[in-house]
Antibody, heavy 122, light 106 residues
Framework: EVQLVESGGGLVQPGRSLRLSCAAS????????MHWVRQAPGKGLEWVSG????????DYADSVKGRFTISRDNAKNSLYLQMNSLRAEDMALYYC???????????????WGQGTMVTVSS | DIQMTQSPSSLSASVGDRVTITCQAS??????LNWYQQKPGKAPKLLIY???ILETGVPSRFSGSGFGTDFTFTISSLQPEDIATYYC????????FGGGTKVEIK
């Protein structure tokens, strides 16, 4: 069974850091690009970042560029998101999503985790 | 940045009704458009990719069409289990989602 399990969310003060993880199973992890998508409470979906199968190409949304870093460890079937300088507007449920292709395009999210909640508050 | 304008933001329809949602891109995105369903408290689920291709296992009452800037998502006969919020998503230039359409039963 294909499964994505996020972890690492929690309550953090503005300006602090947090690292999210996503453990993948049930598919050949290093065959596919992976992404982070977030959803603020009661709001719509916002793509955050994507990473190609071998980490050679990475993209970020403008809203997180320079503050967030995506990475992956194919040996551990894991995806990560290092979030620095967190702001109130970063508060959201963060989903790990599997891309359909090895590259960042076509960008079709065909499998999603259940998400991990990040709360930014003093 | 490419903006995706989805309408309506919500709708109420009866079981068996035909439901149509539109998504307009701020520039030509060819057919690089996907549709997702998100039920309350759940992760999104891919329904349609590349504007019109039905994802494996998705019921045939769901369909999509369009090219360029104007796209349509249709449920041919609304079922109670289709209550959800639906999102379009472009990937011609990075990734952008539409604002979502909440579908309810009348």
């Amino acid at each position: 069974e294909v499964q994505l399990v996020e972890s690492g969310g929690g309550l953090v003060q503005p300006g602090r850091s947090l690292r999210l993880s996503c453990a993948a199973s049930g598919f050949t992890f290093d065959d596919y690009a992976m992404h982070w998508v977030r959803q603020a409470p009661g709001k719509g979906l916002e793509w955050v970042s994507g990473i190609i199968w071998d980490s050679s190409d990475i993209d970020y949304a403008d809203s997180v560029k320079g503050r967030f870093t995506i990475s992956r460890d194919n040996a551990k079937n894991s995806l990560y998101l290092q979030m620095n300088s967190l702001r109130a507007e970063d508060m959201a449920l963060y989903y790990c999503a599997k891309g359909r292709a090895p590259g960042l395009s076509p960008c079709v999210f065909d499998m999603w985790g259940q998400g991990t909640m990040v709360t930014v508050s003093s | 940045d490419i903006q995706m304008t989805q309408s309506p933001s919500s709708l109420s329809a009866s079981v068996g009704d035909r439901v149509t949602i539109t998504c307009q891109a701020s520039q030509d995105i060819r057919n690089y458009l996907n549709w997702y369903q998100q039920k309350p408290g759940k992760a999104p689920k891919l329904l349609i990719y590349d504007a019109s291709i039905l994802e494996t296992g998705v019921p045939s009452r769901f369909s999509g069409s369009g090219f360029g800037t104007d796209f349509t998502f249709t449920i041919s006969s609304l079922q109670p289990e289709d209550i959800a919020t639906y999102y379009c998503q472009q990937y011609d230039n990075l990734v952008t989602f539409g604002g979502g359409t909440k579908v309810e039963i009348k």
